[in-house]
């Protein structure tokens, strides 16, 4: 996985600079803060999954490049203790990416991606925006078996705070998912995902009761 991975993200930049010296710094960072030991689940495998699920032949993504450029950059800095992470990866996506061929427009639209993840919310009424903020909770939707191993996961990140802190908030977010009209705002992600999301949030958040 991690070699198919390096080889996605290295032609990925190689398309928007030249500069060998630079793409390969930016692959070596990219990877660095992916493999951090602290990560159970903001890591490779997450990348690997979204960048799967969104080259679905269901998904008709009008400017693909810039959804898995936001892909690759939206969890980059990820630390449980902060609520700063999308903010952070945001600016460091933006810092990095003026060193390529992209627009300013292109970069803005990728930092305003990433800034989303946050709260989840669809900012621009663009199916590219909906696909990239669905694939991002399309674990919420998976079977039951894989939703438990990323609900452990996510304990395993927040291990600095003691039970009864992570599962009042825990509880919290989950709930503001249920509170949603709909948790996915595209057709294919709401066909696929959202009824075994639902049951999956409720069955977790009666496990906190």
């Not at 003691?162 to 992600?189: H, M």
């Amino acid at each position: 996985m991690v070699s198919k991975l390096k080889e996605n993200c290295s032609k990925l930049l190689e398309k928007y600079s030249p500069n060998i010296e630079f793409t390969t710094k930016t692959l070596n960072t990219i990877f660095s803060y992916y493999t951090e030991t602290h990560r159970a689940y903001h890591n490779l495998t997450h990348i690997n999954d979204l960048l799967n699920t969104l080259t679905d032949k269901g998904l008709h993504l009008e400017n693909p490049d810039l959804i898995y450029l936001a892909v690759w950059f939206h969890d980059i800095i990820y630390d449980p203790q902060s609520k700063e992470n999308e903010t952070k990866s945001a600016e460091f996506a933006t810092k990095t990416l003026k060193h390529t061929c992209l627009e300013k427009q292109q970069i803005e639209y990728i930092e305003a991606l990433i800034i989303a993840t946050a709260k989840h919310n669809w900012f621009d009424n663009q199916l590219d925006a909906a696909y990239f903020l669905d694939a991002d909770l399309s674990i919420l939707g998976s079977e039951t078996a894989k939703y438990d191993l990323y609900s452990s996961q996510i304990r395993k990140e927040y291990i600095s705070y003691p039970d009864s802190i992570f599962y009042s908030g825990r509880k919290k977010v989950l709930i503001n998912f249920l509170q949603r009209e709909n948790i996915y705002y595209s057709k294919f992600f709401k066909d696929k995902f959202e009824a075994q999301a639902r049951k999956n949030i409720q069955r977790e958040v009666e496990s906190y009761s």
